[in-house]
């Protein structure tokens, strides 16, 4: 599998070789929603809460007598029925939304999201990207002279000018190969890569 190898215009200067296991894969759909939901659920956090008909404030006086009225037998006020009643199965802040996926399939899932992407175009490799200093201004007219709008870069090292200079930028993040997540891989319109990365990646997800 070759891959382009983009210079400092955004232009193709050359073909990279990469691995068939983690760039030449068949796209597999249904795995890689799978673990593009998985993701999603797994940074959920259970903090919403309900009240149960226990919980809601109410009287407990009976609302109208039993019968003679034409309505519905009615007990109390906080009957789920009612409009202001408690809930009849509420959430609860310890509720747990995880789903597991197994590390195989995490992998050939993450494998086939890059195998897409060299397909599609979306994904090309630089030789490095580093910035003399943490200005994001640099960056950003980096970027700009590469027509780049928005765009995750994997790179082998992020330092703390990188990182500096890129945490301020709408529709860029940069992050190393093990930070690297299927929402965002699907997320952003171009995926730049170095060449340090590709061996790392090769490690993760081969």
């Known amino acids: 599998m070759q891959l382009e190898l983009l210079n400092e215009q955004g232009q193709a200067a050359s073909k990279i070789d990469a691995p068939e296991t983690v760039f030449g894969r068949e796209y597999n759909e249904a795995l890689v929603h799978q673990i ?4 999603q659920a797994n940074a959920r956090q259970g903090t919403r809460a309900q009240k149960d008909r226990e919980m809601v404030k109410h009287s407990t006086k ?3 007598r039993q ?3 034409g309505r519905a037998r009615a007990g109390m006020t906080s009957s789920p029925l009612w409009r202001g009643g408690g809930r009849i199965f509420p ?3 310890d509720e747990n939304f995880t789903q597991k996926i197994n590390k195989k399939m995490y992998r050939a899932g993450m494998a086939s999201i890059f195998s897409q992407l060299a397909r599609d175009g979306r994904l090309a490799v630089v030789d490095s990207l ?3 200093s943490p200005k994001t201004k640099q960056l950003a007219a980096r970027f700009k002279a590469m027509n780049l709008e928005s765009v995750l870069v994997i790179a082998d090292e992020v330092d703390e000018n990188l990182y500096l200079a890129s945490r301020n930028l709408q529709n860029v993040l940069v992050v190393e190969p093990r930070y690297a997540d299927p929402v965002s891989l699907v997320h952003y319109k171009k995926v730049l890569v170095t060449k340090g990365a590709i061996e790392k990646l090769k490690e993760m997800f081969a």
């Open 67 to 69: 019968k003679g009225t």
């Open 130 to 132: 580093k910035v003399d």
């Open 36 to 39: 593009v939901v998985a993701f």
């Open 91 to 93: 959430n609860s802040p």
């Open 62 to 64: 009976k609302p109208f």
